[in-house]
């Protein structure tokens, strides 16, 4: 099985209101869908999200990234891990471009084999509680977020945090006083405090019964994270210092986090996501299966993932929740704070939008 083809296409969706956190402000939605064709007349789809201020991708970076792929792929044999190979070697930045290429090949392995991808990568469970974010918004707004959060079946509530130690605290009792004690909660600082700051706030907001902090320091601030971790009743989770399997590896060699958030435009798709998880459960480290603000595609390929491998503790994947249209056809099934995956072959959702 041949690729025939590989396309392309810009995106622009209007969102529901600007999704703000510590890092920067998404007022938009901007992005590529992918169409990959084979020689037997299987297509696949996948979605490309650049995300300058996490990831570094922007909409340049990826059209020229997704340019070269769709004539240096084209008559190549379709075997996942070559062709991330491939890409690598051709972009050595590609992040949410390869991503969407190799989404795209994993849809077509779904259709030709006729099985829901998550039972095709392993199939360790059907559905997934998803938490929902509240964002970086005062105590009164976050309250109201929280309200209707709630009113939607959200069981699981992810803070972002970020302004100062007062106004968090103030965001988390806000958020908490509202759900009652039975739902779950973690908290996302994005990088954006110091050591001592983030074990400051722990010791404040663990009253409040979180599940774990996330990213509390700057990236490339292991140490930093690790004195968090040793200085905090709360775990800690790896966000955006873990992006490739040598960042988990130093963050392991620290002992710097319990948990780690595996994202596909973060790590460039699903074979590298794959490779995380696998060894993350190596080193006893659960996951989280994360995203950016996509579409139902980007969002469903990171449902399949973490429904098919036992080391997925967690999933957030909301990102779809923010726009004014769906942009795809199909796709997961939010229900009661469950993620249900779509049964067809495949991922299971397709673009809008003609090719």
Do not use: W
């Amino acid at each position: 099985m041949k690729i025939k083809s590989l396309e392309y296409k810009k995106i622009n969706i209007e969102m529901k209101k600007p999704f703000k956190i510590a890092l920067g402000s998404t007022d938009f939605y901007e992005g590529y869908f992918v169409k990959v064709t084979t020689d037997n007349g299987l297509s696949g789809y996948g979605e490309a999200i650049p995300t300058p201020f996490i990831t570094g991708d922007t909409m340049g970076s990826v059209e020229s990234e997704l340019s070269i792929f769709s004539q240096a792929l084209k008559g190549l044999e379709l075997s996942t891990e070559a062709l991330n190979e491939r890409m690598k070697a051709l972009a050595r930045s590609s992040k949410a471009s390869r991503a969407a290429v190799d989404m795209a090949f994993y849809d077509i392995l779904g259709k030709k084999a006729d099985l829901p991808l998550y039972i095709l990568l392993g199939g360790y469970r059907s559905s997934m509680k998803t938490s929902y974010t509240v964002d970086l918004v005062d105590a009164p707004h976050a309250k109201v977020q929280a309200k209707e959060l709630l009113d939607d079946g959200v069981e699981f509530f992810k803070i972002k945090l970020g302004k100062s130690v007062t106004e968090d605290y103030e965001r988390v009792k806000a958020v908490r006083e509202v759900i009652g004690p039975e739902h779950s909660i973690c908290v996302d600082f994005n990088q954006s405090y110091s050591p001592k700051k983030a074990v400051e706030l722990s010791g404040k907001i663990e009253k409040f019964g979180i599940e774990f902090l996330e990213q509390p320091v700057v990236r490339d601030d292991v140490k930093g994270m690790k004195f968090v971790r040793l200085n905090s009743s709360i775990p800690v989770m790896a966000d955006e210092a873990v992006f490739t399997l040598a960042d988990l590896s130093n963050v392991v060699y620290e002992e710097a986090a319990d948990y780690v958030n595996i994202k596909l435009m973060k790590c460039g798709g699903i074979t590298d996501a794959l490779k995380i998880v696998k060894a993350a459960q190596v080193f006893r480290m659960p996951c989280m299966m994360g995203c950016m603000v996509e579409t139902k595609l980007a969002n469903t390929a990171g449902l399949h993932v973490a429904l098919a491998q036992p080391n997925f503790a967690y999933t957030d994947l909301d990102g779809f929740s923010s726009l004014k249209e769906p942009g795809v056809s199909g796709g997961l099934d939010f229900v009661k704070g469950i993620n249900h995956p779509p049964k067809e072959g495949g991922i299971g959702a397709t673009p809008i939008m003609a090719f």
